[in-house]
C-alpha cells in the first residue's frame, strides 16, 4: 500500500542503507548490517496486512541501526583510533530515524483500526 506514509518512510530508510552498502566504507562487516538492514526494510514493505509484525521489524531494524554504529566504535577502538570516518556512516542514522517514523505512523494505524472495531 504505497499510499501509507510509513510506506514512504521505510522506502527512504531502504535508499539510505542501500546507498550505505553500496558506497564502500572499507569495513566489511558494516556492509553486511547495511545490506540485511536495507533488505528488511524493503521487505517490510511488503507486510502491510500485519501490523503488529511490520511494528516489530521497525523496531528489530532500529537495533540494527544501533548494532551498525556499535561496530563502527569497535572497530575504531580496535584499530586503535585510526579509522577514517566517511559520509556513507551517517546514512544508518537517516534511515534509523525514517524507522522511528515509520513505527509511529504503523502504531497510529494500529491505533485507528482498533478504536473502529470498538465503534461497530
Not at 41 to 66: D, E, M
Not at 72 to 77: E, K, P, S, T, Y
Not at 87 to 109: C, E, Q, R, S
Request: some cysteine.
Amino acid at each position: 500500500m504505497i499510499q501509507r506514509k510509513q510506506t514512504v518512510y521505510l522506502l527512504l530508510a531502504f535508499v539510505a542503507m542501500l546507498v550505505g552498502a553500496i558506497v564502500p566504507t572499507g569495513l566489511p562487516l558494516l556492509w553486511l548490517i547495511a545490506a540485511v538492514a536495507a533488505l528488511g526494510s524493503i521487505g517490510n514493505i511488503f507486510l502491510f496486512n500485519n501490523r503488529p509484525l511490520q511494528a516489530k521489524l521497525c523496531v528489530g531494524l532500529l537495533v540494527l541501526g544501533l548494532a551498525y554504529y556499535i561496530a563502527v566504535a569497535v572497530m575504531h577502538h580496535a584499530n586503535g583510533g585510526t579509522t577514517t570516518f566517511t559520509w556513507p556512516m551517517a546514512l544508518p542514522l537517516v534511515a534509523m530515524l525514517f524507522w522511528f517514523l515509520a513505527y509511529k505512523g504503523i502504531n497510529a494505524d494500529e491505533k485507528l483500526v482498533r478504536s473502529l472495531d470498538r465503534i461497530r
